[in-house]
């Protein structure tokens, strides 16, 4: 099954480091949830694009979907 995908970025001049957590059961095929720094950002989920819901990151949905799809890729092709 899925681990954790650990993140670290830059965000308005701020550093963060953190992880992103699949969710189950959730009525969408894939969420996942943000946690930085210990404290729950917001939820990462595609229908027909990435969105972000939950805090200030809101822009950062794509790049944090297309880190996702990078990093499961790289668990998949090892």
């Given amino acids: 099954m899925f681990s954790d995908a ?7 001049g ?4 953190g ?9 969408h095929r894939y969420v996942w ?4 720094n210990n ?7 595609y229908s027909d694009r990435w969105v972000f819901e939950g805090s200030e990151m ?3 949905a794509e790049y ?6 990078a990093w499961y890729d790289g ?4």
């Fill in 6 to 12: 650990p993140i670290e970025f830059e965000y308005k």
């Fill in 14 to 17: 701020k550093s963060y480091k």
């Fill in 19 to 27: 992880s992103f957590h699949l969710i189950s059961g959730t009525g």
């Fill in 33 to 36: 949830q943000l946690y930085l």
């Fill in 39 to 45: 404290f729950f950002y917001g939820s990462l989920r």
């Fill in 58 to 60: 809101r822009d950062m």
């Fill in 64 to 69: 944090f979907g297309e880190y996702i799809v």
């Fill in 75 to 78: 668990l998949t092709s090892a």
